[in-house]
């Protein structure tokens, strides 16, 4: 049934999602509109609750025994920058491009998971088990919806999550760990330092010696570390060694690396600087564990065989330099995955813009890759 996505509705389903202000917070209608569209089409939807009272979406096609195929894409987009030339919530065609916010991260590739399982639910091939679509909220805050998927146990055999990636398909990403650090002085009066343990100069000493990290390799990923923000003593003009600082570290990680492991690191180094000052150094949300899919795995075969079906070439891999919820599903549950979606540029920037003839090619690619690989059963 493949003439049934056709490059029309594509554009039309892309720009209502877009029209629908979807700030991560404020998800509801949007995902209104995403559980009536699959309710209209006849597919079964759950309004899954998270913990903050918002709702993931969750469509379901179901064909008896067999594998499981999980299609993911989040709704909400970053706050639209300043810059636009229109309004970036009313999508602007110029040709094979549509331009408005969120478009390619990641409305339209919603939009593609979305016509890729009616696709399915009305094909007449022979494939066998199931396909969920999972519309969630929050991806570029806390991944919430994401999270929520993963606690209540979400299961499948192969996902893929349509973040935008048609030039280099993505068999994995780093992880990421966000470190604070709490460092207690003892205050005095800034005419005998001497008498006080300044919390200041104490973090500002360990900042300077994360230079000397050794940051974990891969052969595909590269793992990173940045200093966010340091603060220490008073905004107020006080005559006191400052009792208080701060540090803010964000830390990406590579397969094998865990958060246990880059906290003892962190605090080995605080303990080698042999400061008076106590340093508390912890792990705050969000977290995310690196992922891999390996290029052999069966899954990443059959969809390198589709891509080319549909692209006349193969696949070209990379993999991801940031955070998705991607992490949550291969990491944390073991899913085989892979992140696949249209083409786009110029993410939570003004001018945000999708090759439109991208989003139908990859519900073509998801109907059959998962055809393929629930085909009899």
Not at 115 to 134: F, K, N, P, Y
């Amino acid at each position: 049934m493949m003439h049934d996505i056709n490059i029309d509705e594509a554009a039309a389903l892309t720009a209502q999602l877009v029209s629908i202000r979807s700030y991560p917070g404020e998800e509801a209608d949007v995902q209104a509109f995403v559980a009536d569209w699959f309710e209209r089409h006849g597919i079964a939807v759950e309004r899954q609750p998270t913990r903050d009272g918002r709702s993931n979406v969750i469509a379901r096609v179901e064909r008896g025994p067999g594998a499981t195929m999980l299609f993911n894409g989040h709704v909400d987009t970053v706050l639209a920058a300043t810059g636009w030339e229109h309004d970036p919530w009313r999508v602007r065609r110029d040709g094979e491009l549509l331009y408005g916010l969120g478009v390619a991260d990641m409305k339209s590739g919603v939009a593609a998971m979305m016509l890729a399982t009616r696709a399915l639910a009305q094909s007449q091939r022979d494939w066998h088990g199931t396909v969920i679509a999972t519309s969630v909220v929050d991806e570029e805050a806390y991944s919430v919806g994401a999270r929520t998927l993963v606690e209540a146990g979400i299961h499948a055999d192969y996902c893929i999550v349509t973040e935008p990636s048609w030039q280099q398909p993505c068999l994995g990403g780093v992880g990421k760990v966000l470190v604070v650090g709490d460092v207690t002085g003892k205050a005095a009066h800034g005419s005998l330092p001497e008498q006080g343990v300044n919390a200041a100069v104490a973090a500002a000493q360990f900042v300077v010696a994360l230079d000397a990290v050794q940051l974990a390799e891969h052969p595909q990923m590269r793992a990173t570390q940045a200093l966010l923000s340091l603060h220490g003593g008073s905004p107020q003009y006080v005559i006191t060694v400052p009792e208080h600082a701060r540090f803010v570290i964000n830390r990406h990680t590579v397969p094998g690396e865990s958060d246990a492991a880059v906290l003892g690191q962190l605090q080995a180094l605080a303990d080698g600087l042999g400061s008076a000052a106590r340093f508390d150094i912890q792990i705050q949300p969000p977290y995310y564990p690196a992922w891999e899919t390996s290029p052999a795995h069966p899954f990443v075969v059959a969809f390198g065989a589709a891509y080319q079906r549909e692209t006349g070439q193969a696949p070209a891999y990379g993999y991801l330099r940031g955070v998705a919820d991607a992490n949550y599903f291969s990491a944390d549950c073991g899913i085989p995955t892979i992140v696949f979606g249209p083409d786009g540029g110029r993410f939570h920037q003004a001018g945000e813009w999708v090759a439109l003839p991208t989003i139908v090619g990859c519900a073509r690619v998801l109907v059959d890759l998962t055809t393929t690989l629930l085909a009899g059963g």
